[in-house]
């Protein structure tokens, strides 16, 4: 924790000094590729990102890293048919396809060492090894960045969702400190399948990342209410005020992610790249720099809106949106005041019966607004009583191919702490 306060401090001062010449990348840091459940090879959709304007991405498999032979097999009824394995010869020359035989019947799938040696260019294009660490049969799953080694899934049989994403933490942490370089884990989609409940994540010790939003059509970024759900918002300031009571320092930061897995069909209802992404603002576009970064909590997630200064300090946050013509964008700083109510009750159904795996109904004094602007360029100082403050920007234009109808493009800054 000294370590981590250490690091918050250094970004402040970093921020509000020396960091002029660190700049913004965009990353990707959550999407499928054939070598899981995908439907399109890796070279297509990491094309596609950088085609797209993206500076990092960072493919996450579901329990597997890019690495080693692993053919697929073509054929009309497959993911990978004829007419889509021209389509890679066309676009990346006839060499590059290779065959498992002369039946030419299963095409090998690109390790991260040649996608690495084909996309990156030093200073414009990187890529980042994850995976997503997959529990069977439900949630959690979790996203490990900058990993050296693959950590397999466990079963969700019997197991509490507690230990199962401490299991996944703490595998990850000892990696890093194994091979001396920063990696990230991110929780994924709380809300999807048999989710995650917020108190069931406040039980993890040393979770600093989940997703606050995430563009698959089936997570329910924006929670349910008649299943007692909350959205990825609620779950972020509950999490954050009561767990800041007995820990002063904690940070829990929230990113944004496609969880892509359709490259060919983009629509609602399909799980398609461009949704939600990071902005990360690093001295460079290198893993371990940009993993440090986004561990400084020096970084924002978006789906649509663009910032051009985020200015972090212990008495105030500031924040410049790069505003669109046309656009209103209202600026929400959001936090929870010191000696908010604590009670909690369950969330019940039409029959007094608490809703199954639901999460505890918590005080209106949690996640308040405590400014709001639609001011381009502003900057918030601290009252004092709050235990933290962070922030978001909604537009009123609505994002283009939602994961959900009517969504509008936002953004969301990390929480600060108060000194
Ligand atoms: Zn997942
Ligand atoms: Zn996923």
């Given at each position: 924790m000294i370590i981590r306060l250490t690091l918050c401090l250094a970004t402040m001062l970093a921020v509000t000094?020396?960091?002029?010449e660190a700049q913004w990348y965009k990353g990707a840091t959550h999407l499928h590729s054939l070598?899981?459940?995908?439907?399109?090879a890796p070279e297509l959709i990491i094309k596609w990102y950088e085609d797209n304007g993206w500076d990092f991405v960072c493919p996450s498999d579901?329990?597997?890293?890019?690495?080693g032979e692993r053919f697929v097999r073509i054929d009309?009824?497959?993911?990978?048919t004829p007419a889509r394995v021209a389509e890679l010869q066309q676009l990346f020359g006839d060499d590059w396809v290779v065959f498992?035989?002369?039946?030419?019947?299963k095409m090998r799938l690109k390790t991260l060492a040649e996608l690495r040696a084909h996309f990156e260019k030093p200073g414009e294009f990187t890529l980042i090894q994850a995976e997503e660490m997959t529990t069977h049969g439900g949630n959690p799953h979790i996203n490990a960045l900058n990993l050296r080694e693959v950590v397999r899934g466990k079963s969700?049989?019997?197991?509490e969702k507690a230990t199962l994403i401490q299991y996944y933490l703490d595998n990850i942490k000892a990696q890093s400190e194994k091979y001396k370089v920063p990696m990230i884990t991110h929780v994924n989609?709380?809300?999807?399948?048999?989710r995650i409940t917020t108190e069931e994540m406040m039980q993890?010790?040393?979770l600093y990342f989940f997703e606050?939003?995430?563009?698959?059509?089936?997570?329910?970024s924006w929670g349910q209410a008649e299943k007692g759900i909350p959205s990825g918002e609620r779950h972020w300031d509950t999490i954050l005020s009561m767990k800041l009571r007995r820990d002063p320092s904690y940070l829990l930061y929230g990113v944004a992610t496609?969880?892509?897995?359709?490259?060919f069909d983009y629509r609602v209802g399909k799980s398609n790249p461009g949704r939600g992404w990071l902005m990360v603002r690093s001295e460079a576009l290198e893993a371990n720099a940009l993993v440090a970064a986004m561990q400084r909590g020096d970084f924002y997630g978006s789906t649509g809106v663009t910032l051009k200064d985020i200015r972090a300090s212990g008495t105030s946050l500031g924040i410049t949106v790069d505003g669109a013509a046309g656009v209103t964008y209202t600026t929400q700083y959001i936090g929870t005041r010191k000696g908010f109510d604590t009670a909690t009750k369950p969330q019940l159904d039409a029959n007094g019966k608490p809703l199954p795996r639901s999460s505890l109904l918590y005080s209106?004094?949690?996640?308040?607004?405590?400014h709001e602007t639609t001011d381009l360029d502003f900057t918030y100082t601290f009252k004092?009583?709050?235990l933290y403050v962070r922030a978001r920007v909604v537009s009123d234009k609505i994002q283009d191919?939602?994961?959900?109808?009517?969504d509008v493009e936002m953004a969301w800054i990390q929480p600060v702490l108060p000194k």
């Open positions: 000094s020396t960091w002029g070598w899981s459940d995908g439907n399109a579901h329990n597997v890293l890019m690495e009309e009824e497959s993911k990978l498992k035989d002369e039946a030419k019947n969700a049989k019997d197991q989609h709380i809300n999807f399948a048999d993890v010790k040393g606050v939003y995430n563009g698959h059509p089936s997570v329910h496609d969880d892509g897995h359709e490259y209106d004094e949690i996640g308040v607004v405590l004092g009583d709050e191919n939602p994961h959900e109808k009517g």
